[in-house]
């Protein structure tokens, strides 16, 4: 009886860990030019943070079509709350680093956005 409590147990733990995987799928990435243009908003105040700037980029890509060079296309974030939602998703711890926060805010990176069913992760390919 207690061998079957145990592995009962084992098997629920397994299973837990395999719908948390599953849970935040990679749906797949984009690459992206954070431009000077992206630092403003649409009405033309200055952005204070890397995820505005991130959502920023989106609305000017899929909303105002005003795309740099280097900007992908993705299918995740052309809707208003869909770029609400990524950038909550970009403040959350592990959305990016420190350093990226700081390429992102002080300067003009291209970076690659990972997106998962339910978070992202921002890395800098080129500073």
Do not use: C
């Amino acid at each position: 009886m207690k061998r079957l409590a145990a592995a009962t147990a084992v098997g629920l733990l397994v299973a837990g860990f395999a719908a948390t995987a599953k849970a935040d799928e990679f749906l797949g990435s984009y690459v992206a030019r954070i431009s000077d243009e992206d630092h403003f908003a649409s009405d033309g105040y200055r952005l204070e943070s890397a995820a505005q700037m991130v959502r920023q980029d989106r609305a000017n890509y899929h909303k105002f079509h005003r795309r740099d060079r280097d900007d992908e296309r993705d299918r995740w974030f052309r809707g208003n709350d869909d770029r609400a939602r990524l950038e909550r998703m970009l403040q959350r711890p592990g959305a990016m680093s420190g350093s990226t926060r700081n390429a992102i805010v002080r300067g003009e990176p291209l970076i690659q956005v990972d997106v998962y069913t339910r978070s992202v992760r921002v890395t800098v390919l080129e500073r």
